[in-house]
T-cell receptor, first 115, second 117 residues
Framework: DGGITQSPKYLFRKEGQNVTLSCEQN?????MYWYRQDPGQGLRLIYY???????QKGDIAEGYSVSREKKESFPLTVTSAQKNPTAFYLC??????????????FGPGTRLLVL | GENVEQHPSTLSVQEGDSAVIKCTYS??????FPWYKQELGKRPQLIID?????GEKKDQRIAVTLNKTAKHFSLHITETQPEDSAVYFC????????????????FGTGTQLKVEL
């Protein structure tokens, strides 16, 4: 798990402001993911990327954007269109082994708070 | 799409007792079922997983069972200890790619397990 880092640990957003959360991995994983976690709820998928320069919307993509210009990086931007951004954001990466097993490894998370 | 339901939402057991958490899934094509443990303020960590070609898997005090016909799977923790206290999430995905990755996981809503002394 130490191969995935997220920054910052805490982030404060003002009204109408776009903010970007960083996610970096040195595990050489092809796939990367962004999840949102709210109290009492499971992890909900925002966006995921199976390979560099490609990404797909998850279940709750509205108000968010991503890019995947490098294999090791998958930043998430929370735009002003996201009206309820306060949550714990988790980044993950994965790869499939020779036995077909795919395990997602999570970063330490970023807690986003609205001022 | 896939829907995963998890029960109970909270579970309190005495130290040394067993704990069982149950999940059901909706998509019969799902074939990979991991379980994650998340301690307060920390990242989820994989504790055990099972694929659809087996019905049970065990790792020391933790076991997972899968019933494909009924579309449910369960986590069993025996001889619980205080350090088992955490939130546990089940998940399901459809594994199709042979290499690379990128199969979406659908998570349950989590079970808060509390092991009391």
């Amino acid at each position: 798990d130490g191969g995935i880092t997220q920054s910052p640990k805490y982030l404060f957003r003002k009204e109408g402001q776009n903010v970007t959360l960083s996610c970096e991995q040195n595990l050489n994983h092809d796939a990367m993911y962004w999840y949102r976690q709210d109290p009492g709820q499971g992890l909900r998928l925002i966006y995921y990327s199976q390979i560099v320069n490609d990404f797909q919307k998850g279940d709750i993509a509205e108000g968010y954007s991503v890019s995947r210009e490098k294999k090791e990086s998958f930043p998430l931007t929370v735009t002003s269109a996201q009206k309820n951004p306060t949550a714990f954001y988790l980044c993950a990466s994965s790869t499939r082994d020779r036995e077909g097993r795919e395990t997602q490894y999570f970063g330490p998370g970023t807690r986003l708070l609205v001022l | 799409g896939e829907n995963v339901e998890q029960h109970p939402s909270t579970l309190s057991v005495q130290e040394g007792d067993s704990a069982v958490i149950k999940c059901t899934y909706s998509d019969s094509a799902s074939n990979y079922f991991p379980w994650y443990k998340q301690e307060l303020g920390k990242r989820p960590q994989l504790i055990i997983d099972i694929r659809s070609n087996v019905g049970e898997k065990k790792d020391q005090r933790i076991a997972v069972t899968l019933n494909k016909t009924a579309k449910h799977f369960s986590l069993h923790i025996t001889e619980t200890q205080p350090e088992d206290s955490a939130v546990y999430f089940c998940a399901a995905s459809i594994g199709g790619k042979l290499t690379g990755g990128g199969n979406k996981l659908t998570f349950g809503t989590g079970t808060q397990l509390k092991v009391e002394l």
